[in-house]
């Protein structure tokens, strides 16, 4: 069964600093997708970043960005510059590719905060 | 674009009493999922349509918690009777097809059962 782990439970930035939040996991699958939500205090789940997992590139988003190393199963996500509006619980999750039942497993969960 | 729709935002019954909360997917969209999230915890898949069918319901507790979507819209999910453990957030996501596609979130039901 697949697992994600995340061991930091909280983690504290400066704004404008960076901040590099951990996740891995573990499966056995070859092809598979990686992302990271954001859930702040309304509780509703915001796609941060996703991977795939066949792509070697590392993907970025504005402010945003992780570093993949599939073979240590690790994603982890850097927050560059940042803001009060990034203080949330950020989530890392898996999900297979293809086949019928593509749930999204989740870890439990960073809560980050925000400095000013 | 209107985003997932669920009601109610908030929910507080008695332990043996029921429950149900309503989703209102993305346009379109034809997988639906529900998950519960425990404080502390992150979410976990409690059921998955695919327009109308159930693809997956394996952590689903059957013995009290029932989901259904008619016409592969909107879905209800319903516990009876509640126990205290049941306590949760319970989101909603759509996605226009399963995998690796972005599922869309609603801002869930938070469930208080004393």
Redesign the interface.
């Known amino acids: 069964a697949q697992t ?1 782990t995340q061991s930091q439970p909280e983690m504290s930035v400066q704004e404008a600093e960076t901040v590099t939040l951990s996740c891995t996991y573990d499966t056995s699958e070859s092809d598979y ?1 990686l992302f990271w939500y954001k859930q702040p205090p ?6 941060v970043i ?1 991977q ?1 997992a066949y792509k070697q590139q590392n993907a970025t988003e504005n402010r945003f960005s992780v570093n993949f190393q599939k073979a240590a199963k690790s994603f982890s996500l850097k927050i560059s510059d940042s803001q009060l509006g990034d203080a949330a619980m950020y ?1 890392c ?1 898996y ?10 497993i ?4 960073t809560l980050l905060a925000v400095q000013p | 674009e209107a985003g997932v729709a669920q009601s109610p935002r908030y929910k507080i019954i008695e332990k043996r009493q029921s429950v149900a909360f309503w989703c209102n997917p993305i346009s379109g969209h034809a997988t639906l999922y529900w998950y519960q999230q425990i404080l502390g915890q992150g979410p976990k898949l409690l059921i998955q349509f695919q327009n109308n069918g159930v693809v997956d319901d394996s952590q689903l507790p059957k013995d009290r918690f029932s989901a259904e979507r008619l016409k592969g819209v909107d879905s209800t999910l319903k516990i009876q009777p509640a126990k205290l453990e049941d306590s949760a957030v319970y989101l909603c996501a759509s996605s226009l097809d399963g995998g690796g596609v972005r599922a869309f979130f609603g801002q869930g039901t938070r469930l208080t059962v004393v």
């Open positions: 994600v997708y309304s509780r509703q789940m915001i796609l996703r795939e989530f999750a999900n297979r590719y293809g086949g019928a039942t593509n749930k999204l989740f870890g439990t969960g």
